[in-house]
């Protein structure tokens, strides 16, 4: 009987010497800090600063831009010499005139018209332009 208590002790013995699990996680929980959103930093990257334009690159889009001023310029007064010659426009007159869309023939005789150097006449869909 006393091998038999003796065999029980000895195989207790060594159940008893390992640590408990629960330690173990208390370690590994103390191995990484939670780490609370206030404490995280937060680097956002400042937005791009625009390149600045080399000399020429900018002298070549004031080129471009004066080039569609002045052609925007003569097609106007092509569209002024035609109502001249006709009294009354309309779209589909410059149109064919300048060989655009008709929505392009539109911006035409509305920028004409804003700056009062054509009038409209009629309703919207029937329009027909002449100088005021």
Known sequence: ??????????????????????????VTSEAQPEVKE??????????????????????????????????KSKRLEKILQLAKEKGEITNDDVEKLLHVSDRAASRYLNELVKQGKLKRIGSPSHAKYQLP
């Open 1 to 26: 009987m006393e091998e038999e208590q003796k065999k029980e002790e000895g195989a207790e013995a060594p159940k008893e010497e390992t640590p408990p699990e629960s330690p173990k996680e208390e």
């Open 38 to 71: 206030s404490q995280i930093e937060t680097r956002e990257t400042p937005p791009a600063a625009p390149t600045p334009q080399p000399p020429l690159l900018r002298q070549l889009w004031q080129k471009a831009l004066e080039k569609i001023r002045e052609r």
